[in-house]
């Protein structure tokens, strides 16, 4: 009996993660299965926490360096689709100029993951909307070491 059950687990897994790929694509469904860049950021020289319309949270943390991006880290309480907008985002901004990061915004988010459906849409301006806010909170750190 055990054997027909885990059988039909892995039958019913397998399912999910086909219609998953389906509805999503390949990389939303890789980076919800193993998102990179996924974590806090000790010591983070820009940080943020914004909460989307949805209730989903997402958290951005840059590591910077002679005016580029050392590190990038996002966490999220949210969804596949947010955690997945969060590690393009945070993919993304890694080695980049500062200069830069505002190139990335959500549509340039979704182009990179191949798109979402349009009811989860809303989590690459989440992921998008943190980072420039962790950036912006870069900035007010560096303003305020000049005083």
Request: glycine fraction near 10%.
């Amino acid at each position: 009996m055990s054997g027909s059950l885990d059988e039909f687990a892995e039958r019913l897994q397998e399912e999910i993660f086909q219609e998953t790929k389906k509805t999503y694509g390949e990389a939303v469904f890789q980076r919800w299965l193993t998102p990179r860049f996924m974590g806090a950021l000790p010591n983070a020289d820009g940080k943020s926490k914004v909460t989307g319309k949805c209730g989903d949270t997402m958290e951005f943390y840059l590591k910077i360096s002679n005016d580029k991006v050392e590190k990038a880290l996002f966490w999220t309480d949210g969804c596949g689709s947010s955690t997945a907008c969060g590690s393009m985002a945070a993919e993304l901004a890694q080695g980049k100029a500062i200069d830069d990061l505002a190139e990335i915004d959500g549509e340039f988010i979704l182009k990179k993951l191949g798109g979402l459906p349009k009811e989860e849409q809303h989590c690459a301006f989440l992921a998008a909307g943190a980072l420039q806010e962790a950036l912006r909170d870069y900035f007010e750190r560096q303003r305020q070491k000049k005083e």
